[in-house]
């Protein structure tokens, strides 16, 4: 009797053991994915967020920036916000709706409808205290007050500066969560002179001033001089997008269709500057890009911003088309 006692005790030690391993393996299993999701977690949080604001359809390099942003998978894309662009002579009375709309193809085409598009200020503003108010820059605040304490929001500026400045006059407060990437000025590096009679300042150029004159805001410039080195030709163009539907052949159709104002040289359009090309690609890779440390102008509140001096336009060019080659929606 004794020895069945111990049999039986035996069994059941052993019983337990094992239902006790399977409980600890189930516990692992359950966990794994757990592990997993909030790994994935971290890697998103570890994306860059920003807020890309353009005047759309003042142009043609402004779409292809977009595109190539919503391409990169480093990127957080919290919004797209609209731009206005009053003073170019193709300007109709509301250049900001036509941004919009022109953002709103975009992310159809690319499938990526759930990336907000608050409409931005369809004016300048019209004095340096006074916000030009709009569902843009109101959105700026918004996401700006969002982010966890050790993440700055990272504003791209492609054309006029009126939402950022708005924002930044609604509440100053988000002065320290900003990082402004601004593509504007033209520059001379060797006497850190600017030229401000460039689109993009010319549009607003009171809240240019209002970006310079901000203490403590971190602002970084991708200067006309450096960005106008970027070009892409009509034959790469049509190489890489012509005929494949979607948002490649709306991209070659813009080319075709725009009819650029500034310039006479180049009827047929074989080449076109990507000036904002350039700033997504630095923002993306910043090794294809040489940044200074520069004292603002000398009429504006003297601080150290960053510019951009010198970008590798071959590896940036490569760069954009295999971004664009290996997207998936």
């Not at 150290?304 to 060019?317: G, N, Q, R």
């Amino acid at each position: 009797m004794q020895n069945i006692n111990n049999t039986l005790k035996t069994f059941k030690t052993l019983h337990f053991h094992k239902v006790i391993k399977r409980a600890f393996l189930q516990c692992i299993l359950i966990a794994i994915p757990f592990v997993n999701t909030t790994v994935e977690a971290q890697e998103l949080d570890q994306r860059l967020p920003l807020i890309i604001d353009a005047d759309t359809a003042n142009e043609v390099d402004d779409l292809y920036a977009i595109v190539r942003a919503i391409t990169e998978p480093t990127f957080n894309i919290l919004g797209i916000t609209s731009a206005q662009f009053h003073t170019s002579p193709l300007a109709t009375d509301n250049t900001v709706q036509e941004s919009q709309e022109i953002n709103e193809t975009i992310l159809q085409l690319m499938g990526q409808e759930a990336i907000p598009l608050p409409l931005g200020s369809n004016v300048p503003l019209k004095n340096n205290t006074t916000p030009a108010s709009s569902p843009a820059s109101n959105f700026i605040v918004k996401m700006a007050h969002q982010l966890p304490a050790n993440q700055k929001l990272n504003v791209v500026v492609l054309g006029s500066c009126t939402n950022i400045a708005s924002a930044i006059l609604e509440d100053p407060s988000i002065i320290e969560k900003l990082k402004v990437h601004y593509l504007g000025f033209w520059h001379d590096v060797d006497t850190n002179t600017y030229n401000k009679k460039e689109f993009n300042s010319g549009n607003d150029p009171i809240a240019v001033e209002v970006l310079l004159n901000t203490k403590n805001l971190d602002v970084t410039i991708m200067t006309a001089t450096t960005s106008q080195h970027l070009v892409f030709t009509k034959v790469e163009v049509d190489l890489n997008l012509k005929n494949k539907d979607g948002i490649s052949d709306y991209l070659v159709k813009r080319w075709e269709t725009y009819q650029r104002w500034w310039t006479k040289d180049d009827p047929e359009k074989k080449n076109w500057i990507m000036w904002d090309v350039a700033i997504i690609e630095a923002l993306a890779h910043p090794e294809l890009s040489k940044t200074k440390s520069f004292l603002t102008p000398p009429e504006n509140t003297q601080r150290v911003i960053s510019i951009h001096t010198e970008i590798t336009v071959d590896k940036m060019t490569t760069d954009f088309w295999k971004s664009l080659k290996n997207y998936k929606n």
